[in-house]
C-alpha cells in the first residue's frame, strides 16, 4: 500500500486487427488510478479490481480495381462507368468511383468481408454489353466477392464486351445484254445517321469483284467500291444507318 504501480501487458497484438486503445480501470477504496499507473493507499479496506480494456480495429486491405472495355468499332467512345462496393447487406455504398475504360487500375482499402461491385454506365447508340466482374482472374457470377483478412494484391476487373446490333447491306452489280459491259462499276457509298450526318465509324465488308474473284476492304461515308458483274459486297451496319 502507498506505492505506485505500473502495467504492461505482453503479446496483445491480434493478427489482421490494430490495437487502438488499452484502458486502466478499477474498483475498490483506497484505489487510484491514473493512465496504466495505479496506487492503493494504506487505508483500502477490501481488494480491489483492476480492468484492462483493449479495443481493437480491423485492418483495411488494399485492393485494387481497373475498367477493361472492348467491342466498340474506331470512333466510338467507351463510356466511363461510376462503379460503387456495397459489404453484405448494406444498401449504402462503401465505396464509389469512376473508372476509365482500359486505363489504370485505382486503389481501394476496404475491411474484410464479402462484397458486391455495382455500376451504371451510359448505353452506347445501337449496341449492347455484357458486364462481368473478374477477381484476380477469376469470374464472379454474380459480381460479388470475398476478401480475406490476409488478402495480398487482389485484383478486380469489371468488364464491359460491347455487340453492335447490325443490320447487313448487300450491294450486287448486274449487267445484262449479249453486249453488256464487264468493266468494273465505282459505287460512291454515303453513310449518315438519323439526324443526317456522316459517320466515321469504319466498317468491314466482304465479297467478290466479278462473282469469283474475292475482296475484302473497309468503307466509311464516301468510299468508293468498285464491282464488275455478278460482284457484290457485304458489310454490317448499325440499325438506324441509312445509305446511299
Known sequence: PGKTYAVAEEN???????????LLSGEGSGLTVNGMDFVLADTSTEIPVLTLTNT?????????????????????????????????DSTAPVWTGTLTPNGSAL??????GQYTVKEVIDEVKDHSFTSVLYVNG???????FTLAANAVN???????VYAAEFST?????????????????????????E?????????????????????????????????????SITVKLPLGVRYA
Open 12 to 22: 496483445a497484438e491480434v493478427a489482421g486487427y490494430t490495437l487502438v486503445s488499452a
Open 56 to 88: 481493437y480495429a480491423q485492418n483495411a486491405v488494399t485492393l485494387t480495381i481497373r475498367k477493361v472495355s472492348t467491342g466498340l468499332e474506331e470512333g466510338i467512345a467507351y463510356p466511363a462507368p461510376k462503379v460503387s462496393i456495397f459489404a453484405a
Open 107 to 112: 486503389p481501394v482499402k476496404l475491411l474484410p
Open 138 to 144: 477469376a469470374a464472379s457470377a454474380d459480381n460479388t
Open 154 to 160: 487482389t485484383e478486380l476487373r469489371l468488364e464491359n
Open 169 to 193: 447491306l448487300t450491294l450486287t452489280k448486274t449487267v445484262t445484254g449479249e453486249s453488256g459491259d464487264k468493266t468494273a462499276f465505282s459505287f460512291r457509298i454515303t453513310l449518315t445517321d
Open 195 to 231: 439526324a443526317g450526318k456522316a459517320l466515321t465509324q469504319r466498317f468491314p465488308y466482304t465479297g467478290t469483284l466479278d462473282g469469283s474473284s474475292p475482296i475484302s476492304g473497309v468503307i466509311t461515308s464516301g468510299s468508293t467500291v468498285a464491282l464488275r458483274d455478278g460482284g
